[in-house]
């Protein structure tokens, strides 16, 4: 597949910091043209967090496409716990200020240059699971 080679790792923790097992993470973009695959599903994947809350996506840098900013889709739910569903967005992309549903607490962190690869970070915060009924 054609594009930079990008690796983001995470956290997810509940609102009162702890951190989830077995988080559902589900993520799907853009290749690097912009263009998302809707009949191979290509760049779209599922994976969960570790013990210790632990989550690391390897993938390509996603190309902009008209009207957005550059960014990864996420779903993020906790055993038992509600959907979240957000994205994550790239620092210093010109497009963050004009696109409409930018959140700049959602922009990659510790992004640099590594062994060919952009690497990045982000955790991602979720309520926590349900008690039992």
């Known amino acids: 597949m054609g594009g930079q080679r990008l690796v983001v790792a995470g956290t997810v923790l509940t609102t009162d910091c702890r951190p989830v097992q077995r988080a559902l993470l589900d993520f ?3 290749d690097d043209a912009g263009e998302y695959d809707n009949q191979g599903y290509r760049l779209r994947g599922h994976q969960f967090s570790d013990a210790q809350g632990g989550w690391r996506l390897e993938t390509v840098v996603p190309g902009i496409y008209t009207g957005r900013t550059r960014h990864i889709h996420v779903k993020v739910q906790a055993p038992d716990g509600p959907v979240l569903t957000t994205q994550l967005y790239f620092p210093g992309e010109p497009g963050n200020d004009r696109d409409g549903i930018f959140q700049p607490e959602l922009v990659l962190t510790d992004v640099r240059a590594s062994g060919g690869a952009r690497q990045g970070s ?9 008690p039992a009924a």
């Open 122 to 130: 982000l955790t991602l915060i979720v309520a926590g699971s349900r």
């Open 28 to 30: 799907w973009q853009a």
